[in-house]
């Protein structure tokens, strides 16, 4: 089955710092991989996205490439701000075909708290 | 604006007894889905569908009921069979037609009293 992992958190970071939040993939096929970030207390918003290998996502500063031959799609900023106080997860999307196609598996969220 | 609405946005539920949780979009989008959400864990899959009058289960159906009788309209229920309720609850849909990008409601959250 498709699986994700995501580094282990809370990371905590001071304002202006690199970020990298690590994310690998198991999965049959070929899926589309995103990150998806969560303010406190709200549901998920779409950060970025990359459908094929070597595709690049980038949204808001933030970046990940879709590495296939790693299986990863590793999240980094080089500036972090106070407002990028979050939780990011990671997912990727099942496109094995009929039913099943869509369906999002997370990882289990990384909790990054940035501090002035 | 096009969006997703989740209501109520607090929920408490008493032992053995049945509530349901509301999620409507005006995106005009086709499929949709719950999922749960606990303290440090990912979301997990409840249900899905993606037409009207149609739904399958996800990863952790057991305990919950849903029901898609119109396009924009994809209510919950979490029954009493399911012993560990207390959790955040999303909503999402997707457009379908080979479009994977998901949005989110802004979620329930449900306790048990």
């Known amino acids: 089955g498709n699986s994700v992992t995501q580094m282990e958190g809370p990371v905590t970071l001071s304002e202006e710092a690199f970020l990298t939040i690590n994310c690998t993939y198991t999965?049959?096929?070929?899926?589309?991989l995103f990150w998806y970030v969560q303010y406190p207390g709200e549901g998920l918003q779409l950060l970025l996205k990359a459908t094929k290998a070597d595709d690049k996502g980038s949204n808001k500063g933030f970046e990940a490439t879709y590495r296939k031959e790693t299986t990863s799609f590793h999240l980094e900023k080089g500036s972090v701000q106070v407002s990028d106080s979050a939780v990011y997860f990671c997912?990727?999307?099942?496109?094995?075909?009929?039913?099943?196609?869509?369906?999002?598996?997370f990882g289990q969220g990384t909790i990054l708290t940035v501090h002035p | 604006d096009g969006g997703i609405t989740q209501s109520p946005k607090y929920l408490f539920r008493k032992e053995g007894q049945n509530v349901t949780l509301s999620c409507e979009q005006n995106l005009n989008h086709d499929a949709m889905y719950w999922y749960r959400q606990d303290p440090g864990q990912g979301l997990r899959l409840i249900y899905y569908?993606?037409?009207?009058?149609?739904?399958q289960k996800g990863d952790i159906a057991e305990g919950y009921s849903v029901s898609r009788e119109k396009k924009e309209s994809f209510p919950l229920t979490v029954t009493s069979a399911q012993k560990n309720p207390t959790a955040f609850y999303l909503c999402a849909s997707m457009k379908g037609d080979k479009q994977e990008t998901q949005y989110f409601g802004p979620g329930t959250r449900l306790l048990v009293l």
């Open positions: 997912a990727l999307s099942d496109r094995s075909g009929g039913t099943s196609y869509g369906k999002l598996t």
């Open positions: 569908s993606q037409i009207v009058n149609d739904f």
């Open positions: 999965a049959t096929g070929y899926p589309s």
